[in-house]
């Protein structure tokens, strides 16, 4: 369901399943939500412990986030996205931090701030959302199960 649902888009590099499957044999998933229609999965939501360069714990990264295409514009991701979002509150995470798109992510309070960052990356497509905490500045690095290939 992971590589139908990136298969269409531009920016996904195809690897998005591998993703999700290394993070699970790492034990790196913090959170993996589904969405379902009766016996079909049509949506899935991985969370992911991230690591900053000021060696703060506790921030997280969503994605990747994936929905069939026949139920994207329905409303699934944005529900798996709240669902996150709500579970990490619930563990007491600093924040949470994603590598998408502003306008998408911006819906539920991600935005920009200066001196956080992802290297290599546009900045304006590095959002963060902190959870009653102050954002430090710091990089960002992600777990080595987000080069998984295969």
């Known amino acids: 369901m ?57 921030w997280h990264g969503l994605g990747p986030l994936s929905v069939h295409p026949r139920w994207q514009k329905q409303g699934v991701g944005s529900a798996l996205v709240r669902a996150a979002l709500a579970r990490m509150r619930e563990l007491q995470s600093r924040g949470c931090v994603v590598l998408g798109d502003p306008a998408y992510y911006a819906r539920f309070g991600f935005k920009t701030w200066p001196g956080f960052s992802l290297p290599d990356v546009p900045a304006e497509y590095f959002q963060a959302l902190p959870f009653g905490f102050d954002v430090p500045r710091a990089e960002v690095s992600y777990h080595a199960a987000f080069l998984a290939s295969e």
């Open 2 to 58: 992971t590589q139908l649902a990136f298969a269409p888009l531009v920016h996904s590099s195809g690897t998005e399943q591998f993703i999700v499957a290394a993070l699970r044999r790492a034990d790196r998933l913090a959170i993996s939500l589904v969405a379902t229609s009766g016996l079909e999965l049509i949506g899935h939501v991985a969370v992911s412990p991230v690591s900053l360069s000021t060696k703060e714990s506790g």
